[in-house]
C-alpha cells in the first residue's frame, strides 16, 4: 500500500553507503588502521570552540520557552541581519534581512529553490556531470525533471555547446556546483561570465526568467591561487543556496539559507514563495538554537586548514605517480580517472589493497573515481604507496 514512487526510490540504494558500510566491517576484519576509507564527505575537523560555548551560553541565558521555540518561518530576524551583514562585508553587496531566508541546510535550501521555480513535470532544471547525486532526489521532490550536461573531461567547467542546445522554454534553472562535489574544481570567473551571457540570451529568447541556482556549500573551502567568483554579481535571477555544514563543520545541526538579491526578476515574491514552498515540503522551522548560534559565529570557519595540506599531499602524490587529475580548487575531493574503462571494477581493484574510492558513474561520470580526502593526513600518508602498488599493476 506503499507509494510506487517512494518504494521505486528506496529500492535505489547509495553505493557511497554501501562502501562505507563494507569499510566499517572490513576494519573489523583487518583493523580500522588498514582500512583505508576515502569515500563519505564528512567533515574530519570539529566545530570551532565558539560553537560549543555560544550554545551552552544561549542555553543557559535564554528564556527556555524562546531558545525551543518556534521562530518566524524565514528564520530569526536577528540571525537573517547577521549573515546579510557578513555577506556585505565579504561582498561588497546591499543585503538586509529580506533577502537571507533560513534554511534546513543546503538539501532544504535546493528544495524550496527547486519547488518555487518549477510548475510541473515538463519543466526541467539544468546541471552538469559530475555531480551531486541527492539533486536527481531533489528534482523529483520537486516534481520536475533534471537534466545533466556531460562533462568537460579537460578541465570540469561547463560543456557550453550542449549546455546550448539543451535549455529550451521548460527550463526554469540552471544548477551550478563550485567548489564542486565531487570534482573539487572551482568555476573561473569566464565560465560564470559566459553562463550569464549565455542565459542573458535565453531568457529572451523564450521571455521568461531561468535562474542560476548557485549551491555553495563549500564555499570557505577553496584553496590557495583560487577565487571563487560570488555568481549574483555576475547575473541577477541568482539564488544561492548556502549552508554551514562543512564551514563550521555542523552537517548534524542542519542550518543553511537561500540568498534572494534585490536584483531577482521576482524579489518581492520570493520571500512569501519560498515560506510556501518550505510548508509544502514540511521543512519548516531551522533547529532555533542552531540558528542562533551561527547568527553570532557567522564570520568564524572551522580550521580548514587541514583540507589545504591535504589537497596538496594527495594531489600532487598521485599526479607524480601517474594518475591524471584535474587540480582541485576547492571541497575536499579528487576527482581521477580510473585505470581502466569501468571504474566499478577500478574501484574493486583498489578494494585489493583496502583503498576505497568511489565510481564516478554515481556523479553522472563513468570512467572516473572520487576520493574524499577530508580525513586524517596519516591515513592519506599511508595510502599513497599503496596508490602507486595500484597504478603499477596497471602497468605490468
Ligand atoms: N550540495 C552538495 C554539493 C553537497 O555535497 C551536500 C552535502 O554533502 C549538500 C548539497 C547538502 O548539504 P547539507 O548538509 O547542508 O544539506
Known amino acids: 500500500m506503499l507509494s510506487k514512487e517512494v518504494v521505486e526510490l528506496s529500492k535505489q540504494h547509495s553505493v ?67 549573515i546579510a551583514k557578513s555577506l556585505n562585508r565579504r561582498f561588497d553587496t546591499n543585503y538586509t534581512a529580506a533577502n537571507i531566508f533560513m534554511t534546513i541546510g543546503a538539501a532544504a535550501a535546493l528544495g524550496i529553490c527547486f519547488k518555487t521555480l518549477v510548475d510541473g513535470p515538463e519543466d526541467d532544471i539544468i546541471t552538469f556531470a559530475p555531480h551531486f547525486p541527492e539533486y536527481a532526489v531533489y528534482a523529483q521532490g520537486a516534481g520536475c525533471k533534471l537534466r545533466v550536461i556531460s562533462a568537460d ?118 520571500l512569501p514563495a519560498f515560506i510556501a514552498s518550505a510548508r509544502l515540503l514540511s521543512y519548516v522551522c531551522v533547529p532555533t538554537l542552531y540558528q542562533k548560534v551561527v547568527g553570532e559565529c557567522v564570520d568564524l570557519t572551522s580550521d580548514l586548514s587541514i583540507y589545504q595540506k591535504n589537497k596538496d599531499l594527495f594531489y600532487n602524490a598521485l599526479v ?31 578494494k585489493e589493497y583496502d583503498l576505497l574510492i568511489v565510481p564516478g558513474d554515481s556523479f553522472g561520470c563513468p570512467g572516473y573515481v572520487r576520493i574524499s580526502y577530508c580525513v586524517p593526513t596519516e591515513r592519506i600518508e599511508k595510502a599513497l604507496p599503496l596508490f602507486k602498488k595500484l597504478i603499477d599493476d596497471y602497468r605490468k
Open 153 to 270: 573531461t579537460k578541465a570540469f567547467q561547463i560543456n557550453f555547446e550542449e549546455l546550448e542546445e539543451t535549455i529550451s522554454e521548460h527550463t526554469k534553472a540552471i544548477l551550478i556546483n563550485s567548489p564542486n562535489n565531487p570534482s573539487g574544481v572551482v568555476y573561473s570567473r569566464e565560465t560564470i561570465e559566459k553562463l550569464a551571457a549565455l542565459l542573458e540570451k535565453k531568457q529572451k529568447e523564450y521571455g521568461h526568467s531561468i535562474y542560476i541556482i548557485s549551491d555553495e556549500p563549500y564555499r570557505e573551502i577553496a584553496y590557495d591561487g583560487f577565487e571563487v567568483p560570488y555568481v549574483p554579481h555576475f547575473y541577477d535571477n541568482t539564488l544561492v543556496a548556502y549552508s554551514f555544514s562543512k564551514s563550521l563543520s555542523l552537517p548534524g545541526e542542519r542550518v543553511g539559507y537561500i540568498v534572494a538579491p534585490n536584483e531577482a526578476e521576482d524579489f518581492d515574491n520570493l
Open 16 to 82: 557511497i553507503r554501501d562502501i562505507f558500510e563494507y569499510g566499517m566491517k572490513r576494519a573489523k576484519e583487518v583493523g580500522a588502521e588498514n582500512v583505508f576509507d576515502f569515500s563519505i564527505g564528512n567533515p574530519s575537523v570539529p566545530a570551532p570552540k565558539e560553537i560549543d560555548k555560544t550554545a551552552l551560553r544561549l542555553l543557559k541565558t535564554s528564556d527556555p520557552v524562546d531558545i525551543h521555540g518556534y521562530t518566524s518561518n524565514a528564520g530569526v530576524l536577528e540571525v537573517r541581519e547577521n
Open 320 to 350: 607524480d605517480m601517474g594518475y591524471e587529475c584535474v587540480e582541485p580548487g576547492g571541497a575536499f575531493y579528487l576527482f581521477p580517472k580510473a585505470l581502466e574503462e569501468d571504474a566499478n571494477a577500478f574501484c574493486e581493484k583498489a
